[in-house]
């Protein structure tokens, strides 16, 4: 019995040395900073179709988009409600109509600013009839005018018209107006 856990114990010692190895680390103990040229892998079993987030349509490739981009919030697994992402806060309008995520100060890893606009410039890249993304409709059927703008039923709504209905009145704090009467 004594014998069974002393060799549990090294075995779960030995194999918890070895994982850091397994995950490709190479930095060395005493520095601090990650080395150039660091790489992220994963064993995703197939190619990926796209890395293009609106061309997403598949496991493999889904698994990459979450490893590497953030949304506004995210999801807590054992509640399923919603946690902070990029958005440290939000709020809601009095008449429920308007989202308003505040976020937190961050950047893309090249270090450009990841701000308000950036959301507004994704939306409207994903909902551009010339990207065709497959799940363009999703966005389209709640955010106020998005569905003309994909659609581009009037070619005068184009750009203005979203950003008017998604407005922006600080760099860090982005309002969504919604289509239904409540959220």
Request: net charge negative; proline share 5%.
């Amino acid at each position: 019995m004594k014998r069974t856990i002393i060799t549990s114990l090294l075995v779960t010692g030995v194999l918890s040395l070895s994982l850091p190895l397994a995950a490709g680390g190479t930095k060395d103990a005493g520095s601090s900073s990650v080395s150039k040229g660091a790489e992220l892998v994963i064993d995703n079993e197939a190619e990926p179709q796209s890395l293009d987030p609106t061309q997403i349509q598949g496991i493999p490739e889904n698994r990459i988009y979450m490893a590497l981009f953030e949304g506004l919030v995210d999801y807590d697994p054992k509640t399923n409600h919603a946690v902070p992402g990029i958005a440290e806060s939000w709020e809601r309008s009095d008449n429920d109509t308007v989202l308003t995520f505040h976020l937190r100060k961050t950047t893309w890893s090249d270090g450009t600013p990841i701000t308000a606009q950036t959301f507004v410039d994704s939306w409207l890249y994903y909902l551009s009839p010339k990207v065709a993304a497959e799940y363009a409709y999703m966005p389209a059927m709640i955010i106020k005018g998005a569905e003309a703008y994909k659609m581009q039923e009037n070619q005068r709504l184009r750009q203005s018209e979203l950003k008017h209905l998604t407005t922006i009145p600080f760099r860090y704090s982005l309002s969504v107006r919604f289509r239904m009467q409540s959220i």
